[in-house]
C-alpha cells in the first residue's frame, strides 16, 4: 500500500489523534510515542531477554510475601480459573461461584473470557476486591482485544453493542507481510487489554499451520513459513510489551502439524527432531530471543521430544530440558487449559496436575476442579514427588510479575477510563490498513476484480454462515449495495445448506419452494440458485471457520452443489472466504476467488472496498491452498 493510499484512510483518526497523524505521514500506522518503533529484523541469538528494569524491587517483594505464605497459599497462586467476562447481577450464582472460588481458595490468577468491554473491567475489579493477594488476569487476544472483548448483540433488534478493536486472524497479518502491522496488533492489544484489567495476553500464536487438515489453528497462525512466522510473532511480541502487557507464544513447541484437536484427544506431531528444529521451534526461540515473557504449551505429543507418548504440556523432557534449559525461556510458563481431552485423557485431574508442576509449568490453567489441584500441589510435595522449592520458584516469578504491574499499591482500573482507551479511533485505524492490506486475491481467470460492471447490475450476494452469527455478511452487503443499489441479499446456514442438495445440484426441483414472502430469506440451495439464476454476478461469501468443519476439512455439504449449480447456469461467480482460509479445497473452482481472514466488521468492510475498486488488493498467502494457489500467490490490483 503506498504512502499517500494509507494517509487517505488514517484522515479521519488523524484528526482526532496526533499520534495518528504522524502515522499517516510515514504510511505505517499509528505509532504510539514515545517508546513505539519499527521492530528489528530477527537475529539468531541465544541471549535472554533483559529482565524487568526493577527486577530487585520485585524479587525482594516477592521473598518478602513468599515468607507469609502457606504451602497450600503458594499452591493456590499456581493455580488459575475460567471466568466469563459477562455483565452479572452481586447475588447471581455464576458470579458468587466464581468470587467464593478465589476469595477463598486465595487463587492466583484468572483468565477471562467474553464480555463487553465495561462488563469485563468491572468484574475484574470485583474479583481483584474479594482476593487476599492481588490477580494476574490472562485473557486469549489474539486479534486483538476484541477477540475477547467483541461487545455482543441486541436481539431481537439486531443492534451491535460496540466493543474492543478487532484486527483480522494473525494469517491476515502474514498476508500483509508487514511487521509493523503485527507491531501495531501487539500495541493496541495492550493499551486496550489493561484499561480492562488484563495482564497478560495468551498471544501471539507461534504454531506453524503447514498442515491444511488442523482443526484447531488454521488462520490463527502467521502462516506455514517457519521465517515469516518467526518475523511476525517476535513484532507482535514487542508491541504488546512495549506497551504493558505481559506476551505468550503459544503453543509450545508447535500446534501446526497435526490433524487431531487438542480439545478433544491428544494431538500427535510426528516429525524429526531435525524438521522440528527448522520449522516448529524457530518462531518460538525468535520470540525467546525478542523477549517474550510467557509461554503456554501443547497438549500434544512429540515423538521426537519423548518417546513416553506424553502430552508436551506434562513433559520435562519438553518443557524443562527444551525449553527453558537448551532454548534460554526464564518467563513464566503456562499449560493450556487442564481441562482438555488431549492432556487429561483417562488421569485424574490430581495427577495431571502433578505432572504439570513436575514437568516445569508455573500456571496452571483451568482445571476442572480448583481445590483438587491446589491439594495435588501440597500433596505433591508432601509425598517427595517435588520440593517445596520447586513450588516457591513458580510463586516467586508470579508474585514478581503482580508488583511489576504494581499490583500491591493498585490493584483496580478506572472503568470510566475504558471508553477513553478501548475501541478509539487511534486504534481502528491499525485495524482498518491491516484489514485492506490483507485482502489477498487468489484467483480471477475471468478479469472480474475490481468489478466494472453498470451499477444497474443484477448482483446477488449469497451468505453462508451459522445461523448463530448475526453479522455475517452485514457491512459487506452495506458496502456492496451502496454501488449497486439493487443488490439481492440472501443467507444460507450449514444446517440447512445441506437439506435439498441432490435436486439443486441438477438444477431440478426439490423439497424447497422459492418463498413467497420476499422479507424471510431462503433456507435451502435449491432457492438460493434459483433466486440467483440470470445475475450478472454472484458473490458467494462463507463465514464457516474450519474448526466447525471435520478433521479432514471437507466443505460443508450443499456449498459444493450450490458452485456447481451456479456453473451449470453459466453464472460469474465470486467465492469470498471470511473465516476458513482453505475452503477452497474440494471445491468446484470459481471465476474469482477472494480471502479477507476474519469475519469481523473491518475485514468485511474492506473485501467489498477492494472488490469495488475503492481500494488497493495487495495481500500475499502466507500458505499453500493445495492444488489451488502456492505460498506466496496473491494478484494484485
Known amino acids: 500500500m503506498k504512502t499517500s493510499q494509507l494517509a487517505r484512510l488514517s484522515l479521519s483518526a488523524a484528526l482526532v489523534s496526533a499520534a495518528c497523524a504522524t502515522a499517516a505521514q510515514t504510511g505505517r500506522g499509528p505509532v504510539a510515542a514515545p517508546t513505539a518503533r519499527r521492530p528489528e529484523p530477527i537475529t539468531p541469538i541465544m541471549e535472554i531477554a533483559a529482565s524487568p528494569k526493577n527486577a530487585a524491587a520485585d524479587a525482594a517483594w516477592a521473598d518478602s510475601v513468599l515468607?507469609?505464605?502457606?504451602?497450600?497459599?503458594?499452591?493456590?497462586?499456581?493455580?488459575?480459573?475460567?471466568?466469563?467476562?459477562?455483565?452479572?447481577?452481586?447475588?447471581?450464582?455464576?458470579?458468587?461461584?466464581?468470587?467464593?472460588?478465589?476469595?477463598?481458595?486465595?487463587?492466583?490468577?484468572?483468565?477471562?473470557?467474553?464480555?463487553?468491554?465495561?462488563?469485563?473491567a468491572a468484574k475484574v475489579n470485583a474479583l481483584q476486591a474479594v482476593a487476599k493477594l492481588p490477580l494476574l488476569v490472562g485473557a486469549d487476544l489474539e486479534t486483538g482485544a476484541a477477540f475477547r472483548a467483541r461487545g455482543g448483540w441486541f436481539l431481537p433488534n439486531a443492534i451491535e453493542l460496540g466493543g474492543a478493536t478487532s484486527f483480522p486472524y494473525q494469517m491476515g497479518i502474514g498476508a500483509t507481510r508487514d511487521t509493523m502491522l503485527a507491531y501495531e496488533m501487539g500495541r493496541v492489544t495492550a493499551i486496550e487489554g489493561r484499561a480492562m484489567g488484563i495482564h497478560m495476553a495468551f498471544a501471539p500464536v507461534l504454531d506453524v499451520n503447514n498442515n491444511p487438515k488442523n482443526p484447531v489453528i488454521a488462520a490463527r497462525s502467521f502462516g506455514e513459513d517457519p521465517a515469516l512466522v518467526s518475523r511476525m510473532g517476535a513484532a507482535l511480541v514487542r508491541g504488546i510489551q512495549e506497551h504493558g502487557m505481559l506476551a505468550t507464544g503459544k503453543h509450545f513447541p508447535g500446534h501446526g502439524d497435526t490433524e487431531q484437536n487438542s480439545h478433544l484427544e491428544l494431538s500427535r506431531v510426528n516429525v524429526s527432531r531435525a524438521r522440528l528444529d527448522s520449522v516448529e521451534l524457530r518462531p518460538f526461540q525468535a520470540a525467546i530471543n525478542a523477549g517474550v515473557r510467557g509461554m503456554m504449551t501443547f497438549h500434544g505429543d512429540l515423538p521426537a521430544l519423548d518417546t513416553t507418548h506424553t502430552a508436551a504440556t506434562l513433559s520435562a523432557a519438553v518443557m524443562t530440558d527444551l525449553l527453558r534449559t537448551k532454548m534460554?525461556?526464564?518467563?513464566?510458563?503456562?499449560?493450556?487449559?487442564?481441562?482438555?481431552?488431549?492432556?487429561?485423557?483417562?488421569m485424574t485431574m490430581a495427577e495431571a496436575t502433578q505432572r504439570a508442576v513436575v514437568a516445569g509449568n508455573d500456571?496452571?490453567?483451568?482445571?476442572?476442579?480448583?481445590?483438587?489441584?491446589?491439594?495435588?500441589?501440597?500433596?505433591?510435595?508432601?509425598?517427595?514427588?517435588?520440593t517445596e522449592a520447586r513450588i516457591d520458584a513458580s510463586v516467586k516469578k508470579l508474585l514478581m510479575a503482580k508488583h511489576e504491574f504494581g499490583l500491591d499499591r493498585e490493584r483496580f482500573v478506572s472503568v470510566e477510563g475504558v471508553r477513553t482507551r478501548v475501541g478509539v479511533a487511534a486504534n481502528t485505524v491499525p485495524a482498518r490498513v491491516a484489514a485492506e492490506k490483507a485482502i489477498t486475491l487468489v484467483r480471477d481467470s475471468l478479469a472480474l476484480v475490481p468489478f466494472r460492471m453498470p451499477a444497474a447490475s443484477r448482483v446477488v450476494s449469497i451468505t453462508v454462515t451459522p445461523r448463530v452469527d448475526l453479522s455475517a455478511g452485514r457491512i459487506f452487503d452495506a458496502e456492496l449495495k451502496g454501488t449497486f443499489a439493487n443488490l439481492l441479499s440472501l443467507t444460507l446456514s450449514p444446517e440447512t445448506v445441506a437439506d435439498n442438495t441432490a435436486g439443486a445440484a441438477a438444477g431440478g426441483t426439490g423439497t424447497y419452494k422459492i418463498n413467497p414472502e420476499?422479507?424471510?430469506?431462503?433456507?435451502?440451495?435449491?432457492?438460493?440458485?434459483?433466486?440467483?439464476?440470470?445475475?450478472?454476478?454472484?458473490?458467494?461469501?462463507?463465514?464457516?471457520?474450519?474448526?466447525?468443519?471435520?478433521?479432514?476439512?471437507?466443505?460443508?455439504?450443499?456449498?459444493?452443489?450450490?458452485?456447481?449449480?451456479?456453473?451449470?447456469?453459466?453464472?460469474?461467480?465470486?467465492l469470498v472466504s471470511f473465516n476458513n482460509p482453505y475452503l477452497q479445497l474440494g471445491l468446484p473452482l470459481t471465476e474469482a476467488h477472494l480471502i479477507a481472514w476474519s469475519p469481523w466488521t473491518l475485514s468485511q468492510r474492506a473485501a467489498a472496498r477492494a472488490l469495488l475498486g475503492k481500494a488497493p488488493i495487495t495481500g500475499q498467502l502466507p500458505i499453500t491452498i493445495p492444488g489451488v494457489a502456492p505460498f506466496g500467490a496473491g494478484l494484485r490490483r
Open 328 to 346: 534460554g525461556f526464564n518467563g513464566l510458563l503456562v499449560t493450556d487449559a487442564l481441562d482438555m481431552n488431549g492432556v487429561l485423557g483417562s
Open 518 to 574: 420476499p422479507a424471510l430469506l431462503p433456507a435451502s440451495v435449491e432457492n438460493a440458485l434459483a433466486i440467483a439464476r440470470g445475475a450478472d454476478l454472484v458473490i458467494v461469501s462463507s463465514y464457516i471457520g474450519a474448526s466447525t468443519n471435520t478433521a479432514s476439512m471437507v466443505p460443508t455439504r450443499g456449498l459444493p452443489e450450490l458452485l456447481n449449480g451456479l456453473r451449470a447456469a453459466n453464472t460469474k461467480v465470486v
Open 67 to 120: 515468607k507469609t505464605l502457606t504451602l497450600r497459599q503458594k499452591a493456590a497462586q499456581m493455580v488459575w480459573i475460567w471466568t466469563l467476562g459477562d455483565y452479572t447481577a452481586t447475588d447471581a450464582s455464576s458470579y458468587t461461584n466464581i468470587e467464593r472460588l478465589v476469595r477463598e481458595q486465595e487463587l492466583g490468577g484468572i483468565i477471562v473470557s467474553v464480555g463487553g468491554p465495561l462488563d469485563i
Open 363 to 386: 500456571v496452571l490453567l483451568m482445571p476442572s476442579d480448583a481445590k483438587v489441584s491446589i491439594q495435588a500441589v501440597v500433596d505433591g510435595v508432601a509425598s517427595g514427588r517435588f
